[in-house]
């Protein structure tokens, strides 16, 4: 099958796209966003890159910073058209499907062609925030009704998003639930996990901006000064805002209390696999990868449940806590509380998610999967 992916780049698109690997298929990437430059990891496939701009001219970024009016409007010229430009490499490809991952980012810009070429099946992959903050917005909300009767098939990080879907308009086939990226690996993964005993740190990750809601977090750490002062505590890929409210709370003076901006996906593997306890908030979200990736190694999760999308994965007080008001920090302080000295709770939600879960996350398990629901089309 002749299959042209569409999608900005990102690594849980290169971590799907692997699963197409040595398959059979014929793969193509329009970089929806073009980076410029095609991406080395996935150099078997057919990567449509530098299509956007007419003219890379000497100077740009200078122009760019000095004169931001004058560069805005001379870049409307400098532009190609994406939905032009995706239509010539359409007629060029002549693919059997088309499979956009994001619905703003990679389905909108290209509605227009896939409604002039509905012979061609479309596949549309939600992830994360797609269409559960999205539905809120009312000019996104319009793009969601008009994208989905357009879709011949859909896969999803959680069940609620496909729920969401048909509310929306989508009539084709569900082809299934499963990480954004794929599945994990879990024999890599293995070589990080430390023992449940020999595990003494509490880990935050550091989102805030649009969806996250670390500081609400921290606020709650505040509370618990003495409860806490035996374990280490991290926040790791914390934004700005993150890190400018830790500068400026008493949490900059505890000594078990550190902070970490940008850091490589193998440090944040190696810091779950050494994790107690992780703690992910946010007010929108599917299935958080990094939440997967936490069971995965062995940390007892506590997460938000916006939309009621964690518990398709946790049980509360079984496998993890469910923190159901992300804004509350009272709430999140007693959720804290209710498991950093209960040992019976830690042991039981470690069994059940190394046992039973995580191999439902195996990447070789999930490709199976993925690539048999390929075959449908």
């Known amino acids: 099958m002749k299959i042209l992916l569409v999608s900005m780049a990102s690594i849980h698109f290169f971590r799907w796209t692997e699963q197409l690997k040595d398959t ?15 991406i080395k990891r ?11 701009r007419r003219w890379n001219y000497p100077g740009r970024y200078f122009f760019k910073k000095q004169m931001t009016g004058l560069y805005t409007f001379f870049q409307k010229l400098n532009d190609r058209k994406v939905a032009i430009v995706f239509e010539k490499k359409l007629k060029e490809i002549q693919p059997d499907v ?23 099946k479309w596949i549309y992959s939600s992830w994360g925030s797609d269409l559960y903050y999205f539905q809120n917005e009312s000019s996104f909300l319009e793009d969601i009704k008009n994208v989905l009767p357009r879709v011949d098939y859909l896969f999803s990080d959680c069940r609620r998003d496909y729920q969401l879907s048909l509310r929306y308009g989508f009539k084709g086939e569900f082809l299934g639930v499963y990480p954004g990226g794929g599945g994990f690996d879990l024999e890599m993964m293995n070589t990080y996990i430390l023992p449940l005993e020999n595990r003494n740190t509490i880990i935050i990750k550091g989102y805030q901006g649009r969806s996250g809601r670390a500081i609400q977090v921290l606020q709650a750490l505040e509370k618990l000064q003495e409860q806490l002062k035996i374990f280490k505590i991290v926040v790791f890929g914390a934004d700005e805002e993150v890190i400018n409210y830790s500068n400026q709370s008493e949490l900059k003076q505890w000594k078990n209390f550190s902070i970490i901006g940008k850091v490589s996906h193998t440090e944040v593997l190696k810091l779950m696999g050494k994790a107690l306890i992780y703690i992910g908030n946010s007010n929108s979200d599917g ?32 496998n993890g806590l469910i923190i159901e008001d992300f804004e509350n920090i009272d709430e999140i302080k007693n959720i804290i509380l209710q498991v950093v000295l209960n040992t019976m709770l830690l042991k039981g939600a470690f069994e059940i998610n190394q046992q039973h879960l995580k191999p439902q996350f195996e990447r070789e398990f999930i490709k199976k999967k993925v690539l048999e629901s390929y075959l449908k089309i």
């Open 98 to 120: 088309v499979h956009s991952f994001a619905l703003y980012v990679s389905c909108t810009p290209i509605l227009s062609v896939m409604q002039h070429y509905k012979n061609i």
């Open 287 to 318: 299935i958080p990868n990094t939440l997967l990736e936490a069971i995965c190694l062995g940390a007892f999760p506590i997460q938000s449940n916006p939309g009621k999308v964690t518990e398709e994965i946790i049980v509360n007080a079984e």
């Open 24 to 38: 059979g298929h014929e793969v193509y990437w329009f970089d929806i966003n073009d980076g410029g430059k095609k």
């Open 42 to 52: 996935l150099d078997w496939v057919h990567q449509i890159v530098n299509w956007k």
